[in-house]
């Protein structure tokens, strides 16, 4: 089974970037579709970006859109989400899984995420 630890997170002005990285053990993510989550507290959790398992195709939250970057090195591993110009908005508890789905609903396991407060 897959694990997969999300790092990165941290406090930063709004203006500011971030790079989030989601690291799997116990199974390649070569073959798989990847996704990035988030959830606000109070609120549920959504959609953020995802890409295809070769990182030739990306889609996008529209509330994300022209700001974040989700790419992966399957060599290594590893997914990213580059986030600029970050804003208030944007704080939550950033989360990784294995799929394109855009439905949290449909995945069944999630690491413990990482916090993201944009706060000046």
């Known amino acids: 089974q897959v694990q997969l630890v999300e790092s990165g997170g941290g406090l930063v002005q709004p203006g500011g970037s971030l790079r989030l990285s989601c690291a799997a053990s116990?199974?390649?993510?070569?073959?798989?579709?990847m996704a990035w989550f988030r959830q606000a507290p109070g609120k549920e959790r959504e959609f953020v970006a995802t890409?295809?398992?070769?990182?030739?195709?990306?889609s996008y939250a529209d509330s994300v859109k022209g700001r974040f970057t989700i790419s992966r090195d399957n060599a290594k591993n590893t997914v990213y989400l580059q986030m600029n110009s970050l804003k208030p908005e944007d704080t939550a508890v950033y989360y990784c899984?294995?799929?394109?789905?855009?439905?949290?609903?449909?995945?069944?396991?999630w690491g413990q995420g990482t916090q993201v407060t944009v706060s000046s």
């Open positions: 899984n294995r799929g394109s789905s855009r439905s949290a609903g449909n995945y069944d396991y």
């Open positions: 890409i295809s398992w070769s990182g030739g195709s990306t």
């Open positions: 116990g199974r390649t993510l070569f073959s798989y579709a």
